[in-house]
């Protein structure tokens, strides 16, 4: 359980294994180990060093994977979107603006289902 949402919160993130592990002051192997359930109780500090490089809370690498808790990390992932468009600068009367390119990219989207 806890690998894995180690594993997908890294992907989603963009980072590598090498990438984390240097960024939390891990060894590699170690987290290695905790990402394929082989050190299955890794400490405390070790989980608050790689929660905090995830910018994520110890509670989500700690959680059972169940369709709740996927709609509330889709939901942090949207509101981390959020918080990266206003940090840029990007406000909502400008958001708008780009509304036809996301019609065209759900559009999009739908066509390339319907190769599947």
Do not use: C
Request: proline share 2%; hydrophobic share 35%; net charge neutral.
């Amino acid at each position: 359980m806890i690998g894995k949402n180690i594993v997908k919160i890294r992907k989603e993130k963009g980072l590598t294994l090498s990438e984390l592990a240097e960024k939390a002051d891990v060894s590699k192997s170690y987290l290695s180990n905790i990402e394929r359930h082989i050190k299955q109780n890794p400490s405390i500090q070790v989980m608050e060093k790689i929660a905090t490089v995830l910018d994520v809370d110890l509670n989500t690498l700690l959680e059972e994977s169940s369709p709740e808790n996927n709609n509330k990390s889709k939901v942090q992932e949207w509101n981390h979107f959020l918080n990266e468009l206003k940090a840029s600068g990007i406000n909502q009367e400008q958001l708008r603006e780009y509304r036809s390119v996301l019609e065209f990219i759900k559009w999009k989207n739908n066509q390339n289902k319907g190769l599947d």
